[in-house]
């Protein structure tokens, strides 16, 4: 129940009673959320909401998915992009030495062309999950420099499957806001 109060939104009108309750112990005329607060220890102000998902139910994307079965078969598959199309990003989101951090690459006629790289921040406060969304938001950042001369098939590559699978999946959860 303290989490449900908690995480309630601040145009809520509960949600001023309870940032009170929260704050601090009264010394006299306890309410029932100011007990709650004092047993549990939760919050308000720590916890993350996770919004709906903003997309109509019957959201269709306008790009294709393609995930191979096998590293080999990834490979191969990269290869053969890298060499029959155009313009090709590869992204990834990583963790290391507790920071997480993305880059994307862009190669057009088989040479790189430019590469962004950013640190997201410590991984007590950020997930790589999350690292990998960001990563393809960079892809299509660096897809815009191209916009003039954008071939009809382009390639934004990753290699998370959960991403991409989350790009065809409305369900709200963690970082979706950012596929929003």
């Known amino acids: 129940a303290v989490v449900h109060l908690s995480s309630l939104p601040s145009s809520h009108p509960l949600y001023t009673p309870i940032c009170r309750a929260a704050k601090c112990y009264v010394a006299k005329h306890h309410s029932p959320l100011h007990h709650l607060f004092h047993i549990t220890g939760v919050d308000p102000t720590k916890l993350k909401t996770i919004f709906p998902v903003q997309h109509c139910p019957s959201y269709l994307p306008s790009f294709t998915k393609h995930i191979a079965q096998s590293n080999d078969l990834a490979l191969a598959s990269a290869e053969d992009t890298l060499s029959n199309t155009k313009a090709v990003v590869y992204c990834d989101g990583s963790g290391y030495k507790n920071n997480i951090g993305v880059a994307a ?37 660096l897809f815009t420099d191209l916009a003039y001369r954008l071939p009809a098939k382009v390639i934004l590559d990753s290699n998370s499957q959960a991403t991409i699978k989350a790009l065809f999946n409305q369900c709200p959860y963690p970082a979706h806001y950012l596929l929003d």
């Open 105 to 141: 690459i862009l190669y057009v006629n088989r040479k790189e062309l430019k590469a962004l790289k950013l640190y997201i921040g410590p991984k007590t406060q950020h997930i790589v999950y999350e690292a990998e969304i960001i990563s393809i938001l960079l892809g299509l950042h």
